[in-house]
Nanobody, 123 residues
């Protein structure tokens, strides 16, 4: 079964940084756009960022623009989310998801999801 595995979450102080990784097993990410989503307790899952197959197109939620950077290394079959200047409101479980070729803001259009990694921003 095709799998996505997130890693890199943890506890960090406000203003700190984390880098999340999304690795694929049993399939290649070359043909897939990868989105990062997050879900805080009691809230709906929301889109954070997305990168298309070539890496030439990226987009970000307004709340993370200028602080988060998405990138991909197709040779390593991995997509990254560099998160800087973290805020307590960034606390959530972060998920990566894959869909063919183009990014989409609709969760329902993503075919594969990881299990999530917890990010907690607190002093």
């Amino acid at each position: 079964q095709l799998q996505l595995v997130e890693s890199g979450g943890g506890l960090v102080q406000p203003g700190g940084s984390l880098r999340l990784s999304c690795a694929a097993s049993r399939f290649t990410l070359d043909d897939y756009a990868i989105g990062w989503f997050r879900q805080a307790p009691g809230k709906e899952r929301e889109g954070v960022s997305c990168i298309n197959t070539s890496g030439g197109t990226t987009n970000y939620a307004d709340s993370v623009k200028g602080r988060f950077t998405i990138s991909r290394d197709n040779a390593k079959n991995t997509v990254y989310l560099q998160m800087n200047s973290l805020k307590p409101e960034d606390t959530a479980v972060y998920y990566c998801a894959a869909r063919k070729v183009y990014c989409s803001g609709s969760l329902l259009t993503y075919d594969y999801w990881g299990q999530g990694t917890q990010v907690t921003v607190s002093s």
